[in-house]
């Protein structure tokens, strides 16, 4: 069936009616239920067979057309875990567990044991005060971070967020932070890029999580250089004064998770997280798809 639509239609256009379709039957399932609310029966009634529609509607969408994988574009025939990215990526991308250095983030060698330190964290010391990784910035990993940058590609950043949270529930959840905030872009290149990827995984995780997302309240007042273009040593002084807070008493003895798409030498996230600190936040945790090893 799928094969005699292909051919007769541009497949990118039935994919964006389909999803039209069952926004449109979630907004009618809405509607109804705000026309019933003051009937709580009624409005139950509604919700279910609503829900019972969009299951059978959807059900019906994926035999048509299977999801996509947002990386490789393969047909997913059986989605692990409703996970827009295919059980090839994800082994390939995502190590079972990522064992690392429990402050900086950095890869273990030897024996596979998480330390509280390593050679990567000792200088300068870094001010936030543990990592979350998905996994190392190498092959498809580092891929996926560099297509990330590009505001067409906003899908494949949201299905890493999903996929993150997913493969690292368990210590994202166990951090016990109180809000979600990503590294912040300078306006004008957040205005030329068209995107910012931290923002795009801090909803993803905030949705997610269960957290409010605080898109606001770091500001880059600093129109800084690429770290990419400096030593790892410069990357440090690049970053001093780069950012402020706009609202601090919303981060008195704040638990936070600072959200970005990579961490290096570590110096964006350490001079953000000095700067919430000193803005009253007790404990600041970067979360970040990919742990680079502070050479790049
Ligand atoms: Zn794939
Ligand atoms: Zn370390």
Same mark, same amino acid.
């Given at each position: 069936m799928a094969g005699i639509f292909g051919h007769l239609v541009?497949? #990118?256009?039935?994919? /964006? *009616?389909?999803?039209?379709?069952?926004?449109?039957?979630? !907004?009618?399932? $809405?509607?109804?239920? =705000? =026309? /019933? $609310?003051?009937?709580? =029966?009624?409005?139950?009634?509604? $919700? #279910?067979?609503?829900?019972?529609?969009? %299951?059978?509607?959807?059900?019906?969408?994926?035999?048509? +057309? @299977? @999801? $996509?994988?947002?990386?490789?574009?393969?047909? *997913?025939?059986?989605?692990?875990?409703?996970?827009? *990215?295919?059980?090839?990526?994800?082994?390939?991308?995502? @190590?079972? &567990?990522?064992?690392?250095?429990r402050h900086c983030g950095g890869a273990i060698s030897g024996d596979g044991e998480s330390s509280d330190h390593c050679s990567l964290? &000792?200088?300068?010391p870094l001010l936030f005060d543990t990592v979350v990784a998905m996994g190392g910035y190498q092959d498809n990993l580092r891929d996926v971070i560099l297509r990330m940058k590009n505001p067409r590609q906003e899908t494949l950043t949201l299905a890493m967020g999903r996929l993150f949270v997913q493969k690292r529930f368990s210590e994202l959840s166990g951090l016990g932070v109180e809000m979600i905030v990503p590294v912040p872009m300078y306006w004008k290149r957040r205005l030329v890029r068209g995107t910012n990827s931290a923002e795009l995984l801090a909803r993803c995780l905030g949705r997610k999580l269960g957290l409010p997302v605080r898109r606001r309240l770091l500001v880059r007042c600093k129109n800084t250089k690429p770290q990419s273009e400096l030593s790892p040593k410069k990357r +440090?002084? %690049?970053?001093?004064? !780069? /950012?402020?807070?706009?609202?601090?008493?919303?981060?008195?003895? !704040?638990?936070v998770l600072l959200v970005d798409d990579v961490l290096t030498t570590g110096a964006t996230g350490s001079e953000a997280a000095g700067v919430l &600190?000193? !803005?009253?936040?007790?404990?600041?945790?970067?979360?970040?798809i990919a742990r680079a090893q502070g050479k790049e």
């Open positions: 541009d497949c #990118q256009s039935l994919h /964006f *009616i389909t999803q039209l379709s069952v926004l449109s039957l979630w !907004a009618t399932v $809405r509607l109804l239920g =705000l =026309l /019933f $609310r003051t009937h709580g =029966l009624m409005a139950g009634l509604v $919700r #279910q067979v609503g829900h019972s529609l969009m %299951n059978i509607a959807s059900g019906g969408l994926n035999l048509l +057309f @299977p @999801p $996509r994988c947002a990386y490789c574009r393969v047909d *997913i025939a059986e989605p692990e875990d409703h996970l827009p *990215i295919c059980p090839e990526c994800c082994r390939r991308m995502v @190590p079972e &567990k990522w064992v690392g250095c964290c &000792k200088h300068p +440090f002084s %690049n970053m001093r004064g !780069a /950012f402020r807070v706009r609202t601090p008493h919303l981060l008195q003895d !704040a638990r &600190k000193k !803005a009253g936040a007790s404990m600041v945790a970067v979360a970040v």
